[in-house]
Structures are given as C-alpha cells and as structure tokens.
C-alpha cells in the first residue's frame, strides 16, 4: 500500500483537504497517510484536519472508508465512525507494520 507522508509537516493545514482530493482521483484502491500524531501538545493538526477532510470525502462518495492506524487496539462501539470501515478493511491491512501506529490514516476508495 503506497504512503504519501507530505501531511506530516511539509503541507499547510489549509490545503491538506485539496491535497487528498488530488490523491485520491489519482489512486486506484488504497492508500495510506502518514500525519502527526501530536506527542507534544495531545492532538495532531494535521491528523484533525485530515481526518475532517476524510469525512467530508467520504459523505459525498469520493472515498469507501478510511480509519486511523491506532484503531486496531481499540474495541469500537457499532456507533463509532471508524467501526465500520474496521469491520470492512481491518483485514486487508491486519499485516501492514503501520497498523497500529497513531499517526498513520488508512483510506480506502
């Protein structure tokens, strides 16, 4: 599974909607996102703001799923946003080394 890392540090907030819009007319299945993961202040801008993006994609039918990589230790709850794409895809990506890791996105077109 391919990763793009220029959301971690090297795209402004502002545009990282417009970037993962650019990436995802150009991908075919999958693809990951690697972001901060805010070790310093608890939240990661650029994780928030991707993640808000994601949403938006995903409610207008640009994209089929997406979660973050740390949802593999969690037990999710059927009204959770994520439950869904993990029942979906945590088996396509259980073998990644990335799954796990807080301050990677998993996006699924």
Known sequence: MKTFTQFHGTTF????????RSIV???K???????GYGSSTGTSKSKTAA????????????????????VKNMLLSSDNPFHEAKMT???????????????????FI
């Open 89 to 107: 895809y945590g088996q396509t990506v259980k073998n990644d080394p990335d799954y796990g890791n807080d301050g990677i996105i998993f996006i």
């Open 51 to 70: 993640l808000r993006s994601l949403a938006k994609m995903q409610s207008e039918g640009l994209i089929k799923g997406y979660f973050p990589g740390e």
């Open 13 to 20: 907030i502002q545009d990282i909607g417009k970037e993962l």
């Open 29 to 35: 299945n999958s693809f990951k996102i690697m972001t």
């Open 25 to 27: 007319r150009n991908e």
